[in-house]
C-alpha cells in the first residue's frame, strides 16, 4: 500500500524539470493545503491517505504533456500504485481525484472536490503574482515591476508589462467562486483578498490614480 512519504519521493523524482509554478514546491504547497481541508472537513485516516498521494501526484504527466497533464498524471499513478499494490477502490479514488483536478466542472468525488480545492488555494496571494511576472518578464523586468507595484509609480515602458499582468490575474481572481468546500474557502480568503488588492493597485497605476487608503474585499 502506498504512502504519502512514497508519493513525496515519487513526485521529487518525477517533478523535476518542470517549470517552479507546477514543479515539486507547488505539489509540496498543494499538499499542505489538502492536509489543512482534510483536517477541517474530517476526513478518517484513511481519506487523507488518498488525498496527500493525489496532492503530491497531481502533476506529474506535466513533464511529459502540460495540456492533457491531468490524464497523463492519472495513467502514470494509476500504473505506480499498481506497482505499490494499493487496493482498487483506493486506486480509483486517488486516480479519478488526479484525473479530475484541472477540469472545470465541479469534481463528482468528495476526495475530487477537495485535491481540485487544494490546487486551486495555490494560485491565490502574493506569490501568484511574482510567479506570473517571473513566467511573463523574467530577470530585470520583475524587478522594474515589483517596483513599480510597491512604490506606486508606473513609467511608461512598464505600462504594456503592467495590462499584460492584470489580465493574467482574471483567471486566478475566478478560482475563489469555485472553492467547494468549507475549509478551503476559509483559508482562501485571505490570500484572494490580498490579490484582489494587487488587481487594485495595478488598475490604479494604468489609470494614474493616487495609492488607496484602505483596500476592502468582500467575498
Known sequence: MASQRWAQSVARRLLKGVPVHHGY???SRVAGFARQIAIGERFNREETRQLLIAAWLHDVGRSKDTKRHALISAEIVHDLLNKEGEGKEAKQNIVSAIYSHSRLERASTELGCALKDADMLDGFGQIVLE?????KH??????QLWESIKS???PDEMRKGVKELLESLRTPLGWYGLLTTR???SIGITPYAELKGYEVILKDLLAGKPPPKAIVVTE
Open 183 to 185: 475549509t478551503a474557502r
Open 138 to 143: 523574467p530577470g530585470t523586468v520583475f524587478d
Open 131 to 135: 510567479r506570473e511576472i517571473t513566467s
Open 152 to 154: 506606486y509609480k508606473l
Open 25 to 27: 514546491a507547488h505539489s
